[in-house]
């Protein structure tokens, strides 16, 4: 009785052990870039086309300012920063079979643009950047590398810039969380990079019955190296 007693016991130490998630030490270096995703009108205004569904979650995470507070500890900590943009032409409205989300952000204009040499319309537009980061974007430690077009960045040249910049290691944030930001995440992973990720300076669309921020912060856990918050984040680079 007293082993099969043990034996439950060790069982329920173990189960216990596993239901605990390592958390992956992530040094910060030389090597290390910042990479935000869509830091965009139509997702952080609330004059967007999404901010009827992203809005509650960028407030309650006060993702504004804690973009805002990473572009001004990279420019202070000389730390290079990505954006990936989110941009649509007018040729990709000829698109022949879209998933539920592509179909709503093109039935909704989200992130228009003419085409890739016309910016007529393009200042203050809801693909244009959200005023009050254009201070930074436009100094020398920031790299718009070329929209992604769906969530990820297998589209784009986000991983070629930072390998020519000799990047390794990147701290991710933007939006949105359950979508682009996560999806920049899989991949960057999948391509030899070692992600954290900034979880408060993310928000995600919150409907009935769906919470895509919840899901976001659930799968930045599971599986970046290391999910800070931007105070938790601020406070380490300036130890």
């Given at each position: 009785?007293?082993?099969?007693?043990?034996?439950?016991?060790?069982?329920?130490?173990?189960?216990?052990?596993?239901?605990?998630?390592?958390?992956?030490?992530?040094?910060?270096?030389?090597?290390?870039?910042?990479?935000?995703?869509d830091p965009q009108n139509?997702?952080?205004?609330?004059?967007?086309?999404?901010?009827?569904?992203?809005?509650?979650?960028?407030?309650?995470?006060?993702?504004?300012?804690?973009?805002?507070?990473?572009?001004?500890?990279?420019?202070?900590?000389?730390?290079?920063?990505?954006?990936?943009?989110?941009?649509?032409?007018?040729?990709?409205?000829?698109?022949?079979?879209?998933?539920?989300?592509?179909?709503?952000?093109?039935?909704?204009?989200?992130?228009?643009?003419?085409?890739?040499?016309?910016?007529?319309?393009?200042?203050?537009?809801?693909?244009?950047?959200?005023?009050?980061?254009?201070?930074?974007?436009?100094?020398?430690?920031?790299?718009?590398?070329?929209?992604?077009?769906?969530?990820?960045?297998?589209?784009?040249?986000?991983?070629?810039?930072?390998?020519?910049?000799?990047?390794?290691?990147?701290?991710?944030?933007?939006?949105?969380?359950?979508?682009?930001?996560?999806?920049?995440?899989?991949?960057?992973?999948?391509?030899?990079?070692?992600?954290?990720?900034?979880?408060?300076?993310?928000?995600?669309?919150?409907?009935?019955?769906?919470?895509?921020?919840?899901?976001?912060?659930?799968?930045?856990?599971?599986?970046?190296?290391?999910?800070?918050?931007?105070?938790?984040?601020?406070?380490?680079?300036?130890?």
């Amino acid at each position: 009785m007293k082993k099969l007693i043990a034996v439950f016991v060790l069982l329920i130490i173990g189960v216990n052990a596993l239901a605990q998630l390592p958390d992956t030490e992530f040094e910060i270096d030389g090597v290390t870039a910042i990479v935000i995703t869509d830091p965009q009108n139509d997702f952080l205004s609330p004059q967007g086309v999404t901010w009827g569904v992203v809005g509650e979650s960028v407030v309650a995470n006060n993702t504004v300012e804690n973009l805002e507070t990473l572009f001004k500890i990279a420019e202070d900590k000389g730390i290079k920063v990505f954006i990936s943009p989110h941009y649509y032409y007018k040729h990709d409205h000829n698109w022949q079979f879209e998933g539920a989300l592509e179909k709503l952000m093109h039935n909704i204009n989200m992130f228009d643009r003419g085409d890739q040499l016309n910016i007529e319309g393009f200042e203050g537009s809801g693909a244009d950047f959200l005023e009050r980061y254009k201070k930074y974007i436009d100094k020398d430690f920031v790299t718009v590398v070329g929209p992604h077009k769906v969530y990820g960045p297998e589209q784009n040249d986000l991983s070629l810039q930072l390998r020519k910049q000799k990047i390794d290691k990147v701290i991710l944030a933007g939006m949105s969380g359950n979508l682009c930001v996560e999806s920049h995440m899989r991949e960057l992973i999948e391509d030899g990079f070692e992600v954290a990720i900034v979880g408060d300076a993310t928000a995600s669309a919150i409907i009935p019955g769906y919470d895509g921020n919840a899901a976001a912060q659930t799968n930045f856990r599971f599986i970046a190296s290391h999910v800070y918050s931007t105070k938790e984040l601020t406070d380490k680079l300036n130890k």
